[in-house]
């Protein structure tokens, strides 16, 4: 059973900003490194954006400097706020474990249009 639940995506105009939610199972999230990923239409689903537990963060190059991910261990939480979208980022956005070996599927993500 899935137990992840996506939320905040929406049509933008470039330059604009979104804020992901990502609600998790008390199982998946606790003590797992956590990510966000995308999958644009036709392509594969890439990574954007981890976070430990601790609080470390690290970003794909595409991502970097427009993009945070943060998380609230008490709610079981993730987020990503993206600044300064462009079309590229056009995309359905999935969160998940960054460990491929912790996943037991994936939710229905979150569909973010960057367009003017």
């Known amino acids: 059973q899935v137990q992840l639940v996506e939320s905040g995506g929406g049509l933008v105009q470039p330059g604009g900003s979104l804020t992901l939610s990502c609600a998790a199972s008390?199982?998946?999230?606790?003590?797992?490194?956590m990510s966000w990923f995308r999958q644009a239409s036709g392509k594969q689903r890439e990574l954007v954006a981890t976070i430990t537990s601790g609080g470390r963060t690290d970003y794909a190059d595409s991502v970097k400097g427009r993009f945070t991910i943060s998380r609230d261990n008490a709610k079981n939480m993730v987020y990503l706020q993206m600044s300064s979208l462009k079309p590229e980022d056009t995309a359905v956005y999935y969160c998940n474990t960054y460990t491929s070996a912790y996943r037991t599927g994936w939710g229905q993500g979150t569909q973010v249009t960057v367009s003017s």
């Open positions: 008390r199982n998946i999230f606790q003590r797992n490194s």
